[in-house]
């Protein structure tokens, strides 16, 4: 082991050796890979990564370094990197800042020089597992028993919620450009800042909510939506957010969710969701959209998916099939995974991928003029 | 959406022969839309004038015509086939022309036949400067400003708007032909003049300078559901200025961020959509401005292209076999990812390994031209590499090239004060060495001497290369530095100069050792290559197609395999005199070899670093290494494939010069080479062993020699008697090849050609020249019993001119059966002599009677496809299966060969076959703009090559005149003559033959003067020499630049008058009239443009031409 060298141990006691990258120390979390060849900054500050360790399959990374306009929130919240060949020169007119330095001084713990393709086809063959990495001090002080132990005892991402850690603390507004259609209210379960830049694009003036906010919450700004956005964890520990989700629907106010926000109305209909073995982290997934049979290249992050019937329209289970029939909108064509929810009977849908694409192609923006299509559509019921 | 059912049989027009700018891209794309088509159940026509592709094989498709690309010559075929639909998107830019030329011409209504793949308003919507200008801004994007000219003078006016440096873009024409930078008016005036000529439409295009800004490509598909997919994505390493064929470019792009990415992306999408390219593959080119980010659309091709092949070698998408499915009708997510087998193709391949492209140039052959890269492409191959980085796969792609002097080198200090300033201000012109320049820039930093970060601010500024890329370069020369520096050759030292792609042989010279010490030391460490698989998803899923290529990473990904393996080695980059020819045949071993149909049931294994190629698709072989052609990675490869079962063989011989010159060091490391062995192969070249072949077969040779030195060469020159020619042994294309008259020549030669030591590595050879034999090739099979003869192409040029150069006819036209038949005992007897076991080409000079023996090869020659097509016969397949053990007999049990007999003598009723060279002379400028001179001689320049068949030779060469220049031969207007003195008598029968035929005969006053002392009435025109006193009558340059003369006869004449007929010629070359450097060619063309009064051409597949063959074979 090299002075500045770095470990990463998997909890199947599989170890890469390589170097120190970023922080120095330790960092536990789920080893996951994204496939995007472009967009690490968007990757890193996804909060939907939280808890994770993110490798990497491209082996260059850091070259374009990083700028204030790309950040998808405040901060970086990866628990961990792992790259092949971390950047020593940045080099992109934006770039305001070196990668390796936004990682140190975010106290990241990462890894570089290590055989990441060898790592991912692990990670698909055995599935997302626990892992940690260990560099400086964290290395002097135990043994690689020790530290696999550290590994092994660390907790699950099936059950975990961060919810709480990613969530907003206080309200706040993204008010719509130019003429104002109607306004959102945007739970943030761990929302990327493309999300409501979207809306807002599209005049609307999109409120953001804490993720405990209650119906009344929601229904005391009025809102011609709700929206329940992206965020990390386990779908299955969000049931106070599945309770007001249903609320929303008994409401008939219109809905629209992305990734956690999807899993979440699949779960407020009835169905269950379920831990994919490696899960879908990239930007290069075909999704079909079944209406028309068109293929959209699109962003995904997630690790866990709904379990619905794809097919013909279905009565959502829920209380005797009180929301009506439900239909899947989109799959997967890679795997045949449910990527969106739609309602036959009550304005909402939902996608398991990430319209908004920070990164990723722009293919499925046009959900967000469904969204505001919705709104039309639904105020000028309520008006005849 | 399911395939179409209106369609069910399909015309896909080829791209013609290999020229600069349209190589074997169009075989290998062509081919895999055969393959599709006759997969999909549709009758399939091909027309392709190429006989050196594996898309004319007769397997490929049901009728297969090896014709002209002419628009009245495919008339006579669509009217003769009927086909439903017309696919030209895989035929690069001729084919598309070719498309174009049927619609103007109405034939596409007159016979009800659909374009598919692209529309013509598509085509033009893209190929139009303006339409394409209007079709950028209405996908929301900006081009560069521009103004579109048809005159000079629109050229000038648009000068003051716009300001120089200019660029100028002829519309319609191919690999940039014609385009360059034109820094002021005189520039302006010779580059856009050069422009309107090349471009059929006469329209160039001036726009503003984006000289230095950063370049992309994307490649696209779109289908009939309208679903798009970015396949990949490339960026040039060399910056906006020179031409995206002869930059350096790497996948995926290394500096964008996504923001920028997903922009070019959208774009690119709005571009297809709104061009209208509804079923099918694009590329689109865009220059970013390096500091503000200013996006501008250059260009997009609505066809498959060069970067389409790189594209998908690159990313395991095959775009041309998906671009032929989506045609017909299918979308995208109907259509199976073949590399997972389980994905569909609707998705975007993720990398994670890079992916590095470097051109392969040709300038040796040209020395007068100009090396400056432009906008016009000049490079003549192309090799790929990868590599889990950039540096990895930047040092693989450079010793791929296999070009000394390419790669990075550390010989010597590196340069310091002056000397590092000269450079710096050298590396801002672009060339084929500029790469090398910053690397040695970059020592001086590397080493400590400068600051890094000075260094590389500088050679931004001076080049233009993304500083990204300039520190990658910087690290290599860091970590040559370490291994320097280092006390021992430690695991991890040696590890990492590895994986940032330093070769042994850099290894060694960096440490003063040999190389074999560095193999050694690296594998006694393990530090050895593992191998992963480009699977198109970054590993996502799992991928059942080995496609592998090496790394210094730590898990291999080589699956075990039970069925023994024969490895076959590729040829590498193209070049001149080592092209498509080569991979024809490797293409053959690897499907021949796992048929066990044909008695052998191996996994091939196929080694190639040459993405334009049939070889490197991923389903010829069983497995493909994407592996550069050197001793260390070829041992790799072999070691890996050991590892993973038994190895039953290594074929060196098909592939060419390249992995023969490999031959002896893997047959001393243990590698099973079969077939021929290497040793008989070295004999064959060593003038002294072959010359007692001959001698115990009683064949006369013409006196020769070697020497190593001058005086030694002298003397044998002496003895033998002049002319000679000369060269250095181990060539092929004819590489420092010349003939020389006398000893003040001679002395010239061998001081140019020897090393400063003063004597030569080999040996030079000395053969005494037989300047007025015919030459005489001939490529046969055999097996160490029985000799196959697979030909007898008799030469149309007279010996002297390279046999890749010479237009040559099968079966012969002027040889007797008995003369034949002597050809075919001299072949068996050298063969059995050499030891051959598999495919032997020999050379032979018939003068007066007596058949002389220039050279043996014993391997796989340029001529074998031609062979093949002309006689109905598989060589390369009957060699490969020759070379795994198999008699002729047994080949002929099997119906590979033909039951009795073979190819010495033809049916009375064959037609002829005439095969004509491709010359790229008009691709190559001097420095002072003029064209480089365009006479043949003993030194291969051709690019490619085309076939003429028909009954007769006249027809059959009027045919190789139309397939090689688009024109063909003039059949009325003026005949431009002047040669040589001991040529005059020679000229005047044809020239009478014109007269008659109503040409008019234009003449310079010494041949003016023999021909109207014989009665043939001629112009007097002046020669540019004799235009010095002031008349202002017209030189014979000012007729030939004002297009008043329609064909042009020069034979290269003394000293004296060398620079009148160099600018004759250059002329010519310029404004593409047909030119006759040779009387002998000059005698058929006359003969040509009499035939061509017999009305049009007629057309026969090479699959009648194989039934008419059976039976009457002699």
Same mark, same amino acid.
């Given at each position: 082991?090299?002075?500045?060298?770095?470990?990463?141990?998997?909890?199947d006691?599989?170890?890469?050796r390589?170097?120190?990258?970023g922080?120095r120390?330790?960092?536990?979390?789920?080893?996951?890979f994204?496939?995007?060849?472009?967009?690490?900054?968007?990757?890193?500050?996804?909060?939907?990564?939280t808890?994770?360790i993110?490798?990497?399959?491209?082996p260059?990374i850091?070259?374009?370094?990083?700028?204030?306009?790309?950040?998808?929130?405040?901060?970086?919240?990866?628990a961990?990197?792992?790259?092949?060949?971390?950047?020593?020169?940045?080099?992109?007119?934006?770039?305001?800042?070196?990668?390796?330095?936004?990682l140190?001084?975010a106290?990241?713990v990462?890894?570089?020089?290590?055989?990441?393709?060898?790592?991912?086809?692990?990670?698909?063959?055995?599935?997302?597992?626990?892992?940690?990495?260990?560099?400086?001090?964290a290395?002097?002080?135990?043994?690689?028993?020790?530290?696999l132990?550290?590994?092994?005892?660390?907790?699950?991402?099936?059950?975990?919620?961060?919810?709480?850690?990613?969530?907003?603390?206080?309200?706040?507004?993204i008010?719509?450009?130019g003429?104002?259609?109607g306004?959102v209210?945007?739970?943030?379960?761990?929302?990327?800042?493309?999300?409501?830049?979207?809306?807002?694009?599209?005049?609307?003036?999109?409120?953001?909510?804490?993720?405990a906010?209650?119906?009344e919450?929601?229904?005391a700004?009025?809102?011609?939506?709700?929206?329940?956005?992206?965020?990390?964890?386990?779908?299955?520990?969000?049931?106070?957010?599945?309770e007001?989700?249903?609320?929303?629907?008994?409401?008939?106010?219109?809905?629209?969710g992305?990734?956690?926000?999807?899993?979440?109305?699949?779960?407020?209909l009835?169905f269950g969701t379920?831990?994919?073995k490696?899960?879908?982290?990239?930007?290069?997934?075909?999704?079909?959209?079944?209406?028309?049979?068109?293929v959209?290249?699109?962003?995904?992050?997630?690790?866990?998916?709904v379990?619905a019937?794809?097919?013909?329209?279905?009565t959502?289970p829920?209380?005797?099939?009180?929301?009506?029939?439900?239909?899947?909108?989109?799959?997967?064509?890679?795997?045949?995974?449910?990527?969106g929810?739609?309602l036959?009977?009550?304005?909402?849908?939902?996608v398991q991928?990430?319209?908004?694409?920070?990164?990723?192609?722009?293919?499925?923006?046009?959900?967000f003029?469904?969204?505001v299509?919705?709104?039309?559509?639904?105020?000028?019921?309520?008006?005849? | 959406?399911?395939?179409?059912?209106?369609?069910s049989?399909?015309?896909v027009?080829?791209?013609?022969?290999?020229v600069?700018?349209q190589?074997?891209?169009?075989?290998?794309?062509?081919?895999?839309?055969c393959?599709?088509?006759?997969?999909?159940?549709?009758?399939?026509?091909?027309?392709?004038?190429?006989?050196?592709t594996?898309?004319?094989?007769p397997?490929m498709?049901?009728?297969?015509?090896?014709?002209?690309?002419?628009?009245?010559?495919?008339?006579?075929?669509?009217?003769?086939?009927?086909?439903?639909?017309?696919?030209?998107t895989?035929?690069?830019?001729?084919?598309?022309?070719?498309a174009?030329?049927?619609?103007?011409?109405?034939?596409?209504?007159?016979?009800?036949?659909e374009?598919?793949?692209?529309?013509?308003?598509?085509?033009?919507?893209a190929?139009?400067?303006?339409?394409?200008?209007?079709?950028?801004?209405?996908a929301?994007?900006?081009?560069?400003?521009s103004r579109?000219c048809?005159?000079?003078?629109?050229?000038?006016?648009?000068?003051?708007?716009?300001g120089?440096?200019?660029?100028v873009r002829?519309?319609?024409?191919?690999?940039?032909?014609?385009?360059?930078?034109?820094?002021?008016?005189?520039d302006?005036r010779?580059?856009?003049?050069?422009?309107l000529?090349?471009?059929?439409?006469?329209?160039?295009?001036?726009?503003?300078s984006?000289?230095?800004?950063?370049?992309?490509?994307?490649?696209?598909?779109?289908?009939?559901n309208?679903?798009?997919?970015?396949?990949?994505?490339?960026?040039?390493?060399d910056?906006?200025?020179?031409?995206?064929?002869?930059?350096?470019?790497?996948?995926?792009?290394?500096?964008?961020?996504?923001?920028?990415?997903?922009?070019?992306?959208?774009?690119?999408?709005?571009?297809?959509?709104?061009?209208?390219?509804d079923?099918?593959?694009c590329n689109?080119?865009?220059?970013?401005h390096?500091?503000?980010?200013r996006?501008?659309v250059?260009?997009?091709n609505?066809?498959?292209?060069?970067?389409?092949?790189?594209?998908?070698?690159a990313?395991?998408?095959?775009?041309?076999?998906?671009?032929?499915?989506?045609?017909?009708?299918?979308t995208?997510?109907e259509?199976?990812?073949?590399?997972?087998?389980?994905?569909?193709?609707?998705?975007?391949? $993720? /990398?994670?390994y &890079?992916v +590095? *492209?470097?051109?392969? #140039?040709?300038?040796?052959?040209?020395?007068?031209?100009?090396?400056? =890269?432009t906008?016009?492409?000049k490079?003549?191959?192309?090799?790929?590499?990868?590599?889990?980085?950039?540096?990895e796969?930047l040092?693989? $792609? /450079?010793?791929? &090239?296999? +070009? *000394?002097?390419?790669? #990075?080198?550390?010989?010597?200090?590196a340069?310091?004060?002056?000397? =590092?300033?000269?450079?710096?201000?050298q590396?801002?012109?672009?060339?084929?060495?500029?790469h090398?320049?910053?690397?040695?820039?970059?020592? $001086?930093?590397?080493c400590?001497?400068?600051?890094a970060?000075?260094?590389?601010?500088?050679?931004?500024?001076?080049?233009g290369?993304?500083?990204w890329?300039?520190?990658?370069?910087?690290?290599?020369?860091?970590v040559?530095?370490?291994?320097?520096?280092?006390a021992?050759?430690d695991e991890?030292?040696?590890?990492?100069?590895?994986?940032?792609g330093?070769s042994?042989e850099?290894?060694?010279?960096i440490?003063?050792?040999?190389?074999?010490v560095?193999?050694?030391?690296?594998?006694?460490?393990?530090?050895?290559?593992?191998f992963?698989?480009?699977?198109?998803?970054?590993?996502e899923?799992?991928?059942?197609?080995?496609?592998?290529?090496?790394?210094?990473?730590?898990?291999?990904?080589?699956?075990?395999?039970?069925?023994?393996?024969v490895l076959?080695?590729?040829s590498?980059p193209?070049?001149?005199?080592?092209?498509?020819?080569?991979?024809?045949?490797?293409?053959?071993?690897?499907?021949?070899?796992r048929?066990?149909?044909?008695?052998?049931d191996?996994?091939?294994v196929?080694?190639?670093?040459?993405?334009?190629?049939?070889?490197?698709?991923?389903?010829i072989a069983?497995?493909?290494?994407?592996?550069?052609?050197?001793?260390?990675?070829?041992?790799?490869?072999?070691?890996a494939e050991k590892?993973?079962?038994?190895?039953?063989g290594?074929?060196v011989?098909?592939?060419?010069?390249?992995?023969?010159?490999?031959?002896?060091?893997l047959?001393?490391?243990?590698?099973?080479?079969?077939?021929?062995?290497p040793?008989?192969?070295?004999m064959?070249e060593?003038?002294?062993?072959?010359?007692?072949?001959?001698?115990?077969?009683d064949?006369p040779?013409?006196?020769?020699g070697?020497?190593?030195?001058?005086?030694?060469?002298?003397?044998?020159?002496?003895?033998v008697?002049?002319?000679?020619?000369v060269r250095?042994?181990?060539v092929l294309?004819?590489?420092?090849?010349?003939?020389?008259y006398?000893d003040?020549?001679l002395?010239?030669?061998?001081?140019?050609?020897?090393?400063e030591?003063?004597?030569?590595?080999?040996?030079?050879?000395?053969?005494?020249?037989?300047?007025?034999?015919?030459?005489?090739?001939?490529?046969?099979?055999?097996d160490?019993?029985e000799?196959?003869?697979?030909?007898v192409?008799?030469h149309?040029?007279?010996?002297?001119i390279?046999s890749?150069d010479?237009?040559?006819?099968?079966?012969?036209?002027s040889?007797?059966?008995?003369?034949?038949?002597?050809?075919?005992?001299?072949?068996?007897?050298?063969a059995?002599?050499?030891g051959v076991r598999?495919?032997?080409?020999?050379?032979f000079?018939?003068t007066?009677?007596?058949l002389?023996?220039i050279?043996?090869?014993?391997?796989?020659?340029?001529?074998?496809?031609?062979v093949?097509?002309?006689?109905?016969?598989?060589?390369s397949?009957?060699?490969?299966?020759?070379?795994?053990?198999?008699?002729?007999?047994?080949?002929?049990?099997?119906?590979?060969?033909?039951?009795?007999?073979?190819?010495t003598?033809?049916?009375?009723t064959q037609?002829?076959a005439?095969?004509?060279?491709?010359?790229?002379f008009?691709r190559?400028?001097?420095?002072?703009?003029?064209s480089?001179?365009?006479?043949l001689?003993?030194?291969?320049?051709s690019?490619?090559?085309?076939m003429?068949?028909?009954?007769?030779?006249?027809?059959?060469?009027?045919?190789g005149?139309l397939?090689?220049?688009?024109?063909?031969?003039p059949t009325?207007?003026?005949?431009f003559?002047?040669?040589?003195?001991?040529?005059?008598?020679?000229?005047?029968?044809?020239?009478k033959?014109?007269?008659?035929?109503?040409?008019?005969i234009?003449?310079?006053?010494?041949?003016?003067?023999?021909?109207r002392?014989?009665?043939?009435?001629?112009?007097?025109t002046?020669?540019?020499?004799e235009?010095?006193?002031g008349?202002?009558?017209p030189?014979?340059?000012?007729l030939?630049?004002?297009?008043?003369?329609?064909?042009?006869?020069?034979?290269?004449?003394?000293?004296?008058a060398?620079?009148?007929?160099?600018?004759?010629?250059?002329?010519t070359?310029?404004?593409?009239v047909?030119?006759?450097?040779?009387?002998?060619?000059?005698?058929?063309?006359?003969q040509?443009?009499?035939?061509?009064?017999?009305?049009?051409?007629d057309?026969?597949?090479?699959?009648?031409?194989?039934?008419d063959l059976?039976?009457?074979r002699r």
């Amino acid at each position: 082991m090299t002075r500045d060298g770095a470990l990463l141990i998997l909890e199947d006691g599989t170890v890469f050796r390589g170097d120190a990258y970023g922080a120095r120390g330790t960092t536990l979390g789920e080893v996951v890979f994204t496939t995007g060849m472009t967009g690490y900054q968007e990757t890193l500050t996804d909060p939907s990564y939280t808890g994770q360790i993110v490798v990497q399959t491209a082996p260059h990374i850091g070259n374009t370094g990083t700028n204030a306009e790309d950040m998808e929130s405040s901060r970086i919240w990866a628990a961990g990197y792992v790259v092949r060949d971390a950047a020593r020169r940045t080099s992109n007119w934006r770039s305001e800042k070196p990668l390796v330095d936004a990682l140190t001084d975010a106290g990241i713990v990462g890894i570089a020089g290590i055989d990441t393709r060898a790592l991912t086809r692990r990670l698909r063959e055995s599935g997302a597992m626990r892992g940690g990495i260990f560099s400086g001090p964290a290395l002097d002080q135990a043994d690689e028993a020790a530290l696999l132990e550290q590994v092994r005892t660390a907790p699950t991402m099936e059950g975990a919620s961060f919810v709480d850690e990613v969530t907003t603390r206080e309200a706040y507004i993204i008010p719509a450009e130019g003429e104002k259609i109607g306004t959102v209210a945007a739970l943030d379960l761990g929302i990327k800042s493309a999300t409501p830049r979207h809306m807002a694009a599209r005049g609307l003036d999109v409120h953001v909510l804490p993720a405990a906010s209650g119906i009344e919450d929601i229904l005391a700004i009025s809102p011609d939506a709700v929206f329940f956005s992206n965020g990390p964890g386990d779908p299955a520990t969000a049931d106070e957010q599945v309770e007001v989700l249903r609320e929303v629907l008994r409401r008939g106010l219109p809905f629209f969710g992305i990734c956690f926000g999807n899993q979440l109305l699949g779960r407020a209909l009835g169905f269950g969701t379920y831990k994919l073995k490696y899960g879908h982290r990239g930007i290069n997934q075909p999704v079909q959209r079944l209406a028309t049979g068109q293929v959209e290249i699109t962003s995904h992050n997630h690790g866990f998916a709904v379990d619905a019937p794809i097919g013909e329209a279905v009565t959502a289970p829920h209380n005797d099939g009180e929301f009506g029939r439900v239909r899947v909108s989109h799959v997967c064509l890679n795997d045949d995974v449910v990527e969106g929810l739609h309602l036959e009977d009550r304005p909402a849908f939902s996608v398991q991928y990430h319209p908004e694409s920070a990164s990723g192609p722009h293919d499925a923006n046009y959900l967000f003029d469904a969204l505001v299509d919705m709104i039309r559509t639904h105020r000028a019921g309520k008006d005849s | 959406m399911p395939r179409r059912t209106d369609i069910s049989s399909v015309l896909v027009i080829g791209s013609g022969p290999i020229v600069i700018g349209q190589a074997a891209e169009f075989d290998y794309s062509g081919a895999q839309a055969c393959r599709v088509l006759k997969e999909e159940g549709l009758r399939v026509i091909l027309v392709n004038s190429n006989p050196a592709t594996i898309m004319t094989d007769p397997e490929m498709a049901d009728a297969t015509y090896v014709e002209p690309i002419d628009p009245d010559v495919i008339r006579t075929i669509i009217a003769k086939e009927r086909p439903d639909a017309i696919l030209p998107t895989l035929g690069g830019q001729t084919a598309l022309n070719a498309a174009i030329a049927l619609g103007e011409r109405g034939i596409l209504k007159e016979f009800g036949c659909e374009l598919i793949g692209a529309s013509i308003p598509a085509i033009e919507k893209a190929e139009d400067r303006q339409q394409f200008k209007d079709v950028v801004e209405r996908a929301g994007a900006e081009s560069a400003r521009s103004r579109i000219c048809n005159s000079m003078q629109e050229c000038l006016d648009a000068a003051d708007e716009l300001g120089y440096p200019m660029v100028v873009r002829p519309s319609f024409t191919m690999g940039g032909l014609g385009s360059g930078m034109a820094y002021d008016e005189e520039d302006l005036r010779r580059i856009a003049g050069d422009g309107l000529h090349y471009s059929p439409t006469t329209e160039v295009l001036l726009e503003e300078s984006i000289l230095g800004w950063k370049e992309y490509e994307l490649e696209l598909m779109r289908d009939r559901n309208d679903n798009c997919v970015v396949v990949c994505s490339i960026e040039n390493v060399d910056p906006v200025g020179v031409h995206t064929g002869d930059s350096i470019t790497v996948a995926p792009a290394m500096t964008l961020t996504d923001v920028e990415m997903q922009k070019i992306r959208d774009i690119g999408i709005a571009i297809i959509r709104e061009v209208g390219v509804d079923t099918g593959g694009c590329n689109v080119q865009f220059a970013i401005h390096p500091t503000t980010g200013r996006i501008v659309v250059i260009e997009m091709n609505p066809r498959v292209s060069r970067s389409s092949a790189l594209a998908s070698k690159a990313t395991g998408f095959p775009i041309a076999k998906i671009a032929t499915r989506v045609a017909l009708g299918y979308t995208l997510d109907e259509i199976r990812n073949d590399i997972t087998g389980t994905t569909p193709a609707s998705f975007e391949p $993720a /990398l994670d390994y &890079i992916v +590095v *492209k470097v051109p392969r #140039f040709a300038f040796e052959k040209f020395p007068a031209a100009d090396p400056t =890269l432009t906008t016009t492409m000049k490079s003549v191959g192309e090799a790929m590499a990868l590599g889990r980085s950039f540096t990895e796969a930047l040092g693989k $792609a /450079l010793r791929s &090239i296999d +070009v *000394k002097g390419a790669g #990075f080198h550390w010989r010597g200090d590196a340069p310091t004060g002056e000397e =590092l300033d000269a450079l710096i201000e050298q590396a801002a012109t672009p060339t084929d060495r500029r790469h090398v320049q910053v690397q040695q820039i970059l020592r $001086a930093a590397a080493c400590g001497d400068r600051g890094a970060d000075e260094l590389i601010d500088r050679l931004y500024e001076s080049t233009g290369i993304d500083p990204w890329f300039l520190d990658q370069i910087l690290l290599v020369n860091e970590v040559a530095a370490e291994l320097r520096d280092a006390a021992v050759l430690d695991e991890p030292l040696l590890r990492r100069a590895k994986r940032h792609g330093l070769s042994d042989e850099q290894v060694a010279e960096i440490r003063g050792i040999n190389d074999d010490v560095v193999f050694g030391v690296r594998k006694a460490l393990g530090v050895v290559p593992v191998f992963k698989t480009v699977d198109t998803c970054a590993a996502e899923f799992e991928s059942r197609t080995p496609y592998y290529y090496s790394c210094f990473d730590e898990e291999t990904e080589v699956e075990p395999r039970e069925k023994p393996a024969v490895l076959i080695l590729g040829s590498g980059p193209n070049r001149i005199g080592q092209g498509i020819e080569f991979d024809y045949s490797c293409v053959h071993a690897a499907i021949a070899l796992r048929n066990p149909e044909l008695g052998y049931d191996y996994e091939t294994v196929m080694i190639n670093c040459n993405p334009e190629t049939v070889s490197t698709d991923y389903d010829i072989a069983d497995r493909l290494y994407f592996e550069p052609l050197t001793f260390e990675d070829v041992l790799g490869v072999y070691e890996a494939e050991k590892a993973a079962g038994p190895v039953a063989g290594v074929i060196v011989q098909l592939g060419g010069q390249t992995p023969l010159s490999l031959a002896r060091r893997l047959e001393e490391a243990g590698l099973p080479i079969i077939g021929t062995s290497p040793h008989a192969i070295d004999m064959a070249e060593d003038r002294g062993h072959f010359g007692s072949v001959l001698q115990d077969a009683d064949l006369p040779a013409p006196p020769y020699g070697t020497a190593y030195q001058l005086d030694g060469a002298l003397e044998v020159a002496n003895t033998v008697g002049y002319p000679v020619l000369v060269r250095p042994s181990y060539v092929l294309g004819g590489r420092g090849m010349e003939i020389v008259y006398d000893d003040e020549q001679l002395r010239s030669y061998v001081q140019r050609n020897l090393p400063e030591s003063g004597r030569a590595d080999a040996p030079i050879l000395i053969d005494r020249f037989l300047d007025t034999a015919i030459e005489i090739d001939v490529d046969a099979l055999f097996d160490g019993e029985e000799l196959f003869m697979g030909g007898v192409m008799e030469h149309i040029e007279e010996a002297g001119i390279h046999s890749g150069d010479s237009a040559c006819t099968l079966p012969p036209i002027s040889l007797s059966d008995a003369q034949c038949e002597r050809i075919r005992e001299s072949t068996e007897a050298i063969a059995r002599g050499v030891g051959v076991r598999g495919l032997i080409n020999i050379q032979f000079a018939m003068t007066q009677d007596i058949l002389y023996v220039i050279e043996a090869n014993p391997r796989a020659s340029r001529t074998v496809p031609f062979v093949a097509k002309a006689t109905g016969v598989p060589l390369s397949r009957a060699a490969a299966l020759i070379m795994a053990g198999s008699s002729i007999q047994d080949l002929r049990e099997r119906g590979v060969l033909p039951a009795e007999g073979d190819n010495t003598l033809m049916p009375l009723t064959q037609p002829i076959a005439v095969k004509e060279a491709v010359l790229p002379f008009k691709r190559f400028r001097t420095a002072s703009g003029r064209s480089v001179d365009s006479i043949l001689g003993p030194e291969m320049r051709s690019t490619g090559e085309v076939m003429g068949m028909d009954r007769t030779f006249p027809r059959a060469f009027a045919k190789g005149q139309l397939a090689i220049a688009g024109k063909g031969l003039p059949t009325s207007g003026t005949v431009f003559i002047s040669v040589a003195d001991s040529e005059k008598r020679a000229i005047v029968f044809p020239a009478k033959r014109l007269l008659d035929l109503g040409f008019e005969i234009v003449a310079t006053a010494g041949t003016a003067g023999i021909l109207r002392r014989n009665g043939v009435d001629c112009t007097l025109t002046r020669k540019k020499s004799e235009a010095a006193d002031g008349s202002s009558e017209p030189t014979i340059i000012d007729l030939i630049d004002t297009g008043k003369i329609d064909m042009v006869v020069n034979t290269p004449t003394g000293s004296s008058a060398r620079a009148d007929g160099y600018a004759i010629r250059a002329s010519t070359t310029s404004i593409d009239v047909p030119i006759m450097t040779t009387i002998s060619e000059f005698s058929a063309a006359v003969q040509a443009i009499e035939s061509l009064a017999d009305g049009p051409f007629d057309v026969m597949s090479l699959q009648e031409h194989q039934r008419d063959l059976e039976g009457v074979r002699r």
